[in-house]
């Protein structure tokens, strides 16, 4: 990557609208499974890739480590570990969206409300390729804080 760039995706600006977005995501994806947690729970099961002993604590505890890192983000709080910890969950919902798909399972993914919004017309693998696609857009902002956040600028 050309100078230019690296040094236009440091800039506070930058970052800023990065650490909005991604943890404005985040809050928002977490309120509907917090108040929700049984539906929540369901979602998770269908995905058949946790074990049913972690479901329950994962439907309840996950959402809230959600909303936390998204505030902090939002609020410049532990700007670098937030960003971490989302980016790492984008990754796993992201495998687990691409697993699913391959294996032809869909529904509703519960990553903004646990009712099963999913579209009868548009077929379960293309839905689960066009969640994946969304949520791959969404890894953007946090690769931008976590490689050109202020920790990452070389002293000169």
């Not at 600006?13 to 990065?18: E, F, G, R």
């Not at 509907?32 to 099961?45: C, Q, S, W």
């Not at 969640?131 to 202020?150: E, K, S, Y």
Request: charged share 15%.
């Amino acid at each position: 990557m050309n100078a230019r760039w690296q040094e236009l995706l440091s800039k506070k600006p930058v970052q800023v609208l990065c650490r909005m977005i991604l943890g404005g995501i985040f809050i928002y994806a977490s309120l509907d499974k917090i108040v929700h947690p049984l539906e929540f729970t369901r979602i998770i099961d269908r995905y058949k890739l946790v074990p049913d002993i972690f479901i329950n604590g994962l439907a309840f505890f996950l959402p809230w480590i959600e909303l936390l890192a998204g505030l902090f983000l939002v609020l410049g709080i532990f700007v670098r570990g937030a960003a971490v910890i989302l980016t790492g969950l984008l990754i796993i919902f992201l495998l687990a969206l691409g697993i699913n798909t391959l294996r032809g399972i869909g529904g509703g993914c519960g990553c903004f409300t646990v009712s099963d919004l999913s579209n009868p017309a548009i077929p379960k693998t293309m839905g689960g390729v066009l969640v994946f696609l969304r949520d791959l857009l969404f890894l953007a902002p946090g690769l931008i804080i976590l490689l050109f956040g202020t920790k990452n600028k070389r002293s000169k």
